[in-house]
């Protein structure tokens, strides 16, 4: 481990001592700047740096404990992340959590709560303020060749992922948190009445996908923020650049117990927090399968939690582009290869489903077919490559499953190979499917896998229906046209179609502070992450009325004789 990260222990639970005064005056967060992409272009610094810690990284097996309050936790029992385009090479073994592990998790973050909650919202911002400038500066290599190595994200992905979009939450929550404390009632002449935003009472846990290590980075710190304690299980498949966003945050600054990190068991370790008494919150980012199954168990067992727990959930996507006869071809079908393919179309808001008139369908087949031809696929160190690997032989498998049924009852138009001996390698692919309730129009795949509706031109009204109705999900779509009259058309037929919709560009890539990202329907609880929406979900508000001058007498003056 290199010595610029400094390993916690015993030694780094601070002893709790008598609060200082609070400074005078009234603090305020640096008004928040969204984080610029480097390029990464031959014979820049931050190539060389990123290489270099590449070379470091897949050169060593690091060892991943639990951490408990500050304290690391070995149990013994391990599992391994590999390099998903290179699944022979082991970087890193992880520390399974027990049930017992759990509960302590639990414990700790209680015991932090009674110091953390009362801190004022400036040192906790302050903390995240330091992280954001760890990661954007020393930090920055550290997490962009991990989300590499560990989930086969090429540089430009890594870096509008762990670098910029992670240090935007932690700019951009601590600014919207402020504005959120100084909205207050008004108060009338002797009477100040006032709003506290508390933090939840209890512990909230955060489960965290593979796909993104910023949402690994949001979901515990964000509630955290707003005076929260948090039981953390990132996704197995991501340990690598979990583990080192919780050491940055320690090196920011971050208390022992505020943010615990467990891993393993799923379902133990999620049926082990949802049955505690002190569940104050869940922030979710995974399958809508899953999240529905913790809603039901949550319902079920109301009567044991302390207080109403606080959903708050970001699920799956059958994202969409629909396109106008008057769309302009080009832009459109790098939209298609843009939207479906990056990051192999293991984005929750990646293009899936894309619906072409037929006058200009033969011009974007072609022209994205062109594009396709072009990809170069494989080791993400390779920084030629636009793809990498799927994520784990799961993914590798069930994708394969949908390239058959594609062969079978669909005609694909260009990619459809799979070969997972070294990585797990599945080709950029486009499927023309003439049925518009076609299985690949309507299931979500998560994978490089795009499938058209070629629809007469005629039938543009019509086909703004079908897109609405085709999938229960609403997360993102997107509408390519010139004519502005089409352009509000869609925007009203869809209205509900998606919780993030884009006017002639590929439906993904949502910048904090810019679009705030998440969906409705079976898309989640579109809480917004990244803006003020979803930290209003982390605090539970006390209202608090002083009376200066209080009455002497309960007698009213409509009382008095007549």
Not at 64 to 78: D, H, S
Not at 108 to 118: I, V, Y
Request: proline share 7%; charged share 25%.
């Amino acid at each position: 481990m290199p010595e610029t990260f400094p390993r916690p222990g015993e030694d780094r639970v601070p002893p709790f001592s008598t609060p200082a005064a609070a400074p005078s005056g009234h603090r305020r967060v640096p008004p928040p700047v969204n984080e610029r992409v480097k390029a990464y272009a031959p014979g820049s610094p931050e190539k060389a740096e990123v290489k270099a810690r590449l070379r470091q990284m897949a050169g060593e097996t690091i060892e991943i404990p639990l951490v408990i309050g500050g304290r690391e936790v070995r149990t013994g029992e391990t599992a391994n992340t590999v390099m998903p385009h290179d699944h022979g090479h082991t970087v890193a073994r992880w520390h399974r959590a027990r049930r017992e592990d759990v509960e302590r998790a639990i414990a700790a973050a209680a015991q932090a709560h009674r110091d953390w909650s009362a801190w004022p919202l400036e040192d906790r911002a302050a903390i995240f303020l330091k992280a954001a400038e760890l990661l954007a500066t020393t930090w920055r290599p550290v997490l962009n060749a991990a989300t590499m190595l560990g989930q086969s994200k090429t540089i430009f992905q890594a870096e509008i992922d762990a670098a910029c979009e992670m240090a935007d939450f932690w700019r951009f929550n601590p600014f919207y948190a402020q504005q959120l404390y100084e909205e207050q009632p008004i108060s009338d002449r002797g009477v100040w009445n006032q709003l506290e935003y508390r933090p939840l009472e209890g512990f909230v846990y955060a489960i965290t996908p593979f796909n993104f290590t910023a949402i690994g980075g949001n979901l515990p710190t964000a509630p955290a923020l707003m005076g929260n304690t948090v039981l953390w299980k990132p996704a197995s498949s991501a340990m690598l650049s979990a583990w080192y966003t919780l050491r940055l945050l320690q090196e920011a600054g971050l208390p022992p117990g505020v943010i615990n990190l467990v891993a393993g068991d799923a379902a133990m370790i999620t049926e082990t927090a949802l049955s505690h008494r002190d569940l104050a919150g869940v922030h979710f980012t995974g399958s809508t399968s899953v999240f529905n199954s913790m809603w039901k168990t949550i319902g079920a067992g109301m009567s044991r939690y302390r207080s109403y727990p606080r959903i708050v959930g970001e699920t799956g996507g059958k994202d969409f582009i629909v396109a106008h006869p008057s769309a302009d071809a080009e832009a459109l079908a790098v939209a298609i290869v843009r939207g479906g393919f990056e990051y192999q179309g293991q984005k929750c808001s990646a293009a899936s489903r894309a619906y072409v008139p037929r006058s200009l369908w033969p011009d974007v087949r072609d022209r994205a077919v062109a594009m396709m031809r072009e990809i170069k696929m494989g080791d993400v160190t390779d920084f030629r490559n636009f793809m990498g690997a799927v994520i784990d032989a799961r993914a590798f498998e069930k994708i394969s499953e949908y390239l058959a049924e594609a062969k079978r009852s669909a005609k694909i138009v260009a990619g459809g190979g799979a070969r997972g001996e070294k990585g797990w390698f599945i080709e950029p692919t486009l499927v023309e499917a003439e049925d518009p309730g076609h299985r690949l129009l309507c299931e979500e795949i998560f994978g490089p896998v795009l499938t058209t509706h070629v629809y007469d031109d005629a039938r543009w009204a019509e086909t703004l229906q079908v897109v609405d109705s085709t999938s229960p999900y609403a997360l993102t779509g997107s509408v390519f046209a010139q004519d502005r009259r089409a352009v509000r058309e869609a925007s009203s037929a869809l209205r509900h179609a998606a919780g993030n919709f884009y006017v002639n560009d590929k439906p993904t890539g949502a910048v904090v502070g810019q679009q705030p990202f998440g969906g409705a329907r079976a898309s989640g609880t579109n809480d917004k992450a990244g803006s003020k929406l979803n930290l209003v979900r982390w605090v539970s508000a006390r209202t608090i009325k002083e009376t200066f001058a209080p009455p002497r007498d309960y007698k009213y003056p409509f009382m008095a004789e007549e």
